[in-house]
């Protein structure tokens, strides 16, 4: 788990910075911080107010209003202007927001936050415990689909006065302390936004939150312009004047604008991972690889384990000791990720590595097929199959051609069905496919992210980005559920590790990367990449030096 | 005959064309010979330049070979080229005969449709028609027979619409010749060589098509295609410009080498047309 | 009172090749596949039933045949070409937005293509036979048989990558809010490229047909008197052959003008240049149809403008040419 991108003079300023921002009252029932307090104090330099931020956005979202569009373009761009009642540490510690404070009950039934007490939307009006409930009561689970889901949890919610909410769950479940990052909880204005029709209020036009910056304007097609929030709650905070998001539609020019020092970041898929080894070496760029804890990408081949010959686990296994890993994260990937053992990705809580290994070991593969009866054929061939294609960009189709060529040195056969992205994500939610490419998100506990894919009550024909391979083993339905109601953090961890175990047994996906996007960051810049969050969150703490 | 060929490799560039164009068609038919593992085959280190033994032409992002794919890509190229042309040509004469012959209403109503055809930018055409019927290499051909056999119907209905008043044709309709006969028999025989002046000109354009198709990723995903090879090199052209350069000076080559055999059969074809200082 | 029947005969043609094209645009649509709604679903990080469900129910795609096709063609009648539910826009406002850049582009292109393959081909015509002769002739072959997205990478390359000469990419520099004369030339720089690029294949066709155009015109009895009387070569060049040899090279350009929008597509790719070539790709690779055919539909009416044009420039520069086909 070792980011072995770490800077150790920069592991230091950031270690001081995170324990002097936890300096900060209010921390009752919080965990401890993140990184260890080594050099406390010993700061790079002061942070400074001026300037602004100039942001590589591509493509442009369709609305910034976060509660209706969590695309990934849009989780980078609405955070400065929404915020969410908490955010996350590198180690997935939650950390204060518009939360101050928070009790857990010990039954794990109630949930109690104190919010801040000054806080003001972008148009005067206070922020109270009204707007909360509204949002994940009303508004959230009509408009967004992974809130619906986490607020289901829900038994009732209440606010005893204008500054605390309490929540109290149907049953026990841990993750829910995860529910409440920005995009998956953005908290709305009630006073807008109550009894309207939320997709078609007028007010969309000019996002109105909580965050550190305002909404001043939006160029289609050109540029997204926000400037400091002078009545943000955290005082003294943002320091930048203003962020800037510039839509740039071709790579190259991308990476132009980086390098010139015309825009001073880039982040996820920005830029091709072939760009960045140079990028990395000038002096004015630094490369971040921290940021997506949260998220905790995994990327996996997925096979329908409802056809033949996938049905069977040897031929699931065979495939995993077929595919070189190290290859794909080296030679496709340029490092920028780490090989996973498992269905869990390592940064994710939980996270065991104590589990079977696959390394590439082609004679291993051929002698599970053989075992299954799978012979070659006088071509050489054993069995054809499909793969989806992932047209989204020429890293992506390099590695399914990798796939594809890996799989025939074995005797599989395998034919790259000519399609676009939305038909591929289709026929993956019509369970209308042999073979596709998955990346999924962890969202900080493996309840809220990593259950999803493996757990028969998720295998809903006509959905994607469920349980599309259609795997359905009681005994890891069992310890998902009991695992997500457990409020024992050893147990739970009991549970997940023994589900691991067989998961990574039975192979019903073969997982491929964890992903490690970088962010590219021009060095005038600093503080970008604080949280588990990455650049997904406000940037209140982003300062420029010149 | 003899004539013909004579004065058709008589033209060094349409001699020269021919040359390249024999070359392509035998490495068509041999590529599986040369490479029998295919274009696809992982055979060395990723982004090797090129001007080396192992690899003359380098090798790319997977560490596949630019020659092999080179010689693989004659095949898409070549099938795709000849099928579409067939088929363009086949509409086309069909369309052009039959409106050139009865004239009339029928004549106005196939010319405008041909004039829609002509009007439509025909790349874009081309790629809006793959898109919707989902790329695949009877896709692709098919999207460029529709758009190719315009020229082919005003070429040989002008040509019909000519002939179709001569005297032996007027003859032959009075004796009772049927209307099959007569357009088979009189009038096709001497459609002849302009349609297949106009055939090699369209191979080369429908070889340009499918590159510039391929190129914008609409090609079909399991074959190796020169288009696509230029596309794939387009990220990568900082570091690995041969991925981009050599497919493309083998478009330039093959499609170079059809016009000049083009032009050299209009001359050899037409000798009346020739005119001083055209060769 | 010829004109202006002959005027009014073109336009009605050209009302009807739209309408022609919209009716074929309709049906494209209806044939399209895809599924957006999941795709949408999908990234928003958790998909149910609900969520695919209301996002089908935006897109509105349950209605019979015959009234979409109605509905579809009084929406264009009144210029409205859809709505993309990807961008959440409508097209026609995407297709406005970069109707300049493209504009600029291809007349830019076409200006060139016109200018330097007249230019080139009257040279090789007065020096048939020479080395120019040669040279320009082999130089035309080679374009004719290049495709255009090779030469524009070619050129970034050459230019850009090696040389450092001139930008590769989008129509200006990556500032924020720069105007006036340094914008102009920015643009400029920028847009050397791309039209170079778009306009040598046209530039290529015209100088050969130029210079075929003017070999047949210098053998005419008309100017072999003009030469006889003993008027000036130049003169007689200039005034007589270049006027003639070029109408018919202008009269194909004009039917040309419409496809030279089709290699838009890929050069406004190569060159990111934002216009409706660039909307058209993006929309191509989202599977957005309903951009995609809003830009197919734009674009071929584009076509029939620029004929209808050409048409009347013919015209105008010659008279004389009788009015009925």
């Known amino acids: 788990m070792v980011h072995n991108l770490f800077d150790r003079r920069d592991f230091i300023s950031r270690a001081a910075t995170a324990a002097a921002s936890f300096a900060s009252p209010g921390l009752i029932g919080s965990a401890a911080t993140t990184l260890a307090l080594a050099g406390t104090g010993a700061r790079a330099q002061e942070p400074r107010r001026g300037g602004v931020m100039n942001i590589i956005l591509q493509p442009e979202p369709a609305t910034l209003v976060l509660a209706l569009n969590i695309t990934s373009q849009n989780q980078l761009v609405a955070p400065k202007m929404y915020s969410g009642l908490l955010t996350y540490g590198f180690d997935l510690k939650p950390l204060p927001n518009l939360a101050t404070s928070w009790d857990i009950s010990p039954d794990g039934l109630t949930y109690t936050f104190h919010l801040a007490k000054n806080a003001k939307w972008h148009d005067g009006e206070p922020f109270t415990a009204d707007d909360v409930i509204f949002t994940t009561r009303d508004m959230l689970p009509e408009v967004h689909a992974r809130a619906r889901v986490n607020f289901s949890q829900v038994a009732s919610v209440e606010a005893p006065d204008p500054h605390t909410v309490v929540f109290r ?101 920005d830029i091709e991972f072939n760009d960045v080894p140079r990028l990395r070496s000038l002096p004015q760029i630094q490369v971040e690889t921290r940021g997506y804890e949260f998220l905790a990408p995994l990327t996996w081949l997925e096979m329908n384990n409802k056809r033949k010959p996938m049905d069977d686990k040897r031929f699931r296994q065979a495939v995993m000791y077929a595919l070189d890993r190290e290859f794909i994260r080296d030679k496709i990937f340029y490092g920028f990720a780490r090989v996973p053992t498992g269905p869990i990705n390592s940064v994710v809580t939980f996270y065991d590595g104590n589990v079977k290994r696959y390394a590439l070991d082609r004679k291993k593969s051929e002698a599970l097929l053989d075992e299954m009866g799978l012979k070659r054929g006088p071509d050489g061939i054993r069995v054809k199959l499909e793969l989806n294609p992932v047209p989204i960009s020429q890293t992506w189709m390099r590695l399914v051609q990798y796939v594809k060529q890996a799989l025939r040195q074995v005797g599989i056969d395998v034919t790259i069905k000519n399609m676009d992205q939305a038909s591929s994500v289709a026929s993956m939610g019509n369970h209308d496919f042999d073979m596709c490419f998955v990346t999924n998100t962890a969202f900080g506990d493996p309840a809220v992210g990593v259950a999803r894919s493996y757990i028969t009550s998720n295998i809903r024909k006509g959905v994607p980005f469920t349980n599309t391979c259609q795997y359905s083993n009681p005994r890891v339905d069992e310890l998902f559920d009991a695992a997500a109601k457990s409020n024992d953090r050893s147990e739970r961890q009991r549970l997940y590790s023994e589900v691991q175990q067989i998961l990574v047994e039975d192979v019903p996906v073969a997982w491929l990367l964890e992903l490690e996007y970088a962010i590219s960051i021009n060095r005038q810049m600093h503080d970008v990449v604080t949280t588990g969050l990455g650049v997904n969150d406000s940037f209140d703490r982003v300062y420029m030096t010149a | 005959m003899m004539a013909i060929m004579h004065r058709l490799f008589r033209h060094k560039g349409a001699a020269f064309g021919v040359g390249v164009i024999a070359l392509v068609v035998i490495l068509a038919a041999i590529a ?56 363009a040509v086949t509409v086309g004469v069909l369309v052009g005969a039959v409106s050139g012959y009865f004239g009339g209403r029928l004549d106005d109503l196939v010319m405008r449709v041909t004039e829609l055809f002509q009007t439509i930018p025909s790349f874009v055409f081309a790629v809006v028609l793959i898109a919707i019927f989902t790329p695949n290499i009877g896709s692709i051909v098919a999207a460029i027979s529709v758009v190719s056999w315009p020229p082919v119907a005003r070429l040989v209905r002008g040509e019909f619409l000519a002939i179709r008043h001569r005297e032996y044709v007027e003859a032959a309709v009075v004796l009772g010749v049927s209307t099959l006969r007569i357009i088979f028999v009189e009038i096709l025989p001497n459609v002849v060589s302009p349609v297949v002046v106009l055939a090699s000109l369209m191979v080369a354009n429908a070889i340009l098509l499918e590159a510039g198709i391929s190129f914008l990723g609409l090609g079909d995903q399991n074959l190796m295609s020169w288009g696509y090879m230029i596309g794939e090199g387009r990220s990568t052209i900082r570091d690995a410009w041969w991925l981009s350069f050599f497919p493309g000076v083998a478009v330039v080559a093959t499609v170079l080498a059809l016009n000049l055999v083009g032009d050299g059969l209009n001359d050899a074809l037409n000798p009346r047309l020739a005119r001083r200082g055209r060769a | 009172m010829n004109g202006a029947l002959y005027i009014g005969q073109r336009l009605g043609k050209g009302v009807v090749v739209v309408l022609a094209i919209v009716i074929v645009n309709f049906l494209l649509i209806r044939m399209a596949p895809g599924d957006p709604a999941m795709v949408m679903a999908g990234e928003s990080g958790a998909a149910d039933e609900v969520y695919v469900a209301q996002l089908r129910k935006a897109f509105g795609l349950d209605r019979p045949i015959p009234e979409q096709l109605g509905i ?138 130029t210079r075929a155009s003017m070999l047949e015109v210098f053998d005419l009895d008309y100017v072999r008197t003009a030469h006889a009387k003993g008027l000036p070569r130049g003169r007689v060049v200039r005034m007589h052959v270049l006027r003639n040899a070029v109408l018919p090279v202008l009269t194909f350009a004009g039917l040309q003008a419409g496809q030279l929008i089709g290699g838009a597509i890929v050069v406004e790719t190569v060159f990111a240049w934002p216009g409706i070539g660039r909307l058209a790709f993006d929309a191509l690779m989202q599977r957005d149809y309903a951009t995609l055919l809003g830009a197919f539909v734009f674009t071929s009416a584009m076509g029939v403008v620029f004929n209808l044009l050409t048409d009347l420039a013919y015209l105008a520069l010659n008279p004389q040419i009788t009015l009925d086909r």
Do not use: C
């Not at chain 2, 192992?54 to 095949?75: C, K, M, Q």
């Open chain 2, 32 to 87: 599986s010979i040369l490479y029998p593992d295919g274009p696809w085959e992982m055979v060395g280190g990723i982004f090797e330049p090129p001007f080396q033994r192992a690899h003359p032409l380098g090798t790319d992002g997977l560490g596949r070979d630019v020659l092999t794919s080179i010689v693989y890509g004659t095949r898409v190229s070549l099938l795709v080229a000849f099928v579409s042309t067939v088929v």
């Open chain 1, 169 to 269: 769950l149907k049953t026990p479940y841990p993750g829910f302390i995860y529910a409440f990052e920005t995009s998956s909880a953005p908290m709305m204005p009630k006073h807008i936004y109550a009894g309207s029709d939320y997709r078609n209020n007028p007010a969309n036009a000019r996002p109105i939150g909580t965050g550190p910056f305002r909404f001043k304007e939006w160029q289609r097609g050109s540029i997204i312009r926000m400037e400091r929030n002078p009545d943000y709650f955290k005082p003294g905070l943002p320091y930048l004047d203003g962020v800037n998001f510039v839509v740039i539609p071709d790579g190259a020019q991308r990476l132009i604008a980086l390098e010139s020092g015309q825009v001073h970041l880039a982040s996820s898929s």
């Open chain 3, 72 to 209: 579809y063609v009084s929406n264009i009648a009144r210029l409205d070409l859809g709505y993309s539910h990807r961008m959440q826009r409508p097209v026609l406002d995407m297709i406005v937005e970069r109707l300049p850049a493209t504009l600029l582009l291809t007349i830019t292109a076409y200006l060139f293509s016109l200018v330097a393959g007249i230019t080139l081909g009257a040279i090789a015509a007065a020096r048939a036979g020479r080395l120019s002769d040669t040279l320009i002739t082999v130089f035309s072959l080679i374009f004719y048989a290049t495709p255009i997205f090779w030469v524009g990478l070619m050129g970034i390359l050459l230019f850009t990558v090696t040389l450092g000469w001139l930008p590769a990419f989008g129509m200006a520099s990556v500032t924020a809010g720069q105007g006036g004369l340094a914008l102009g030339l920015d643009v400029a720089r920028h847009l050397i490229m791309p039209a170079l690029t778009l306009g040598l294949f046209h530039m290529a066709v015209y100088a050969r047909l």
